[in-house]
């Protein structure tokens, strides 16, 4: 099992930054990839980001790339998603997400059913 806490959230102002961050415990070492998404009211849970623990490589959903990005801290078994240029669209629940299986295929990781354990979340609120 894999326990996942976020934590980083809060209120902001368009156009700042934020990071969030992601901290793994229990088997965290067995994790193979590591995802973001986000959920605001009325809306379906989307993706955001992922890391590819095997090789470092990460990917974006298209809303956020280029003022994003995911990394890892391996000894601190903590994944960060730092957000830059926020938008009000921005505003959302932000859920960390993770699996130990090994899925190869990049669409894999936009998909919520890849994912064996979430985090409870955490509030980001963009103000205008």
């Known amino acids: 099992q894999v326990q996942l806490v976020e934590s980083g959230g809060g209120l902001v102002q368009a156009g700042e930054s934020l990071r969030l961050s992601c901290a793994a415990s229990g088997r965290a070492d067995s994790t193979y990839v590591t995802g973001w998404f986000r959920q605001a009211p009325g809306k379906e849970r989307e993706f955001v980001a992922a890391?590819?623990?095997?090789?470092?490589?990460?990917y974006y959903a298209d809303s956020v790339k280029g003022r994003s990005t995911i990394s890892r801290d391996n000894a601190k078994n903590t994944v960060y998603l730092q957000m830059g240029s926020l938008k009000l669209e921005d505003t959302a629940v932000y859920f960390c997400?993770?699996?130990?299986?090994?899925?190869?295929?990049?669409?894999?990781?936009?998909?919520?059913?890849?994912?064996?354990?979430w985090g409870q979340g955490t509030q980001v609120t963009v103000s205008s």
């Open positions: 890391f590819r623990r095997s090789d470092a490589n990460t």
């Open positions: 997400a993770a699996t130990s299986k090994r899925y190869y295929l990049r669409t894999d990781y936009y998909q919520t059913g890849t994912y064996d354990y």
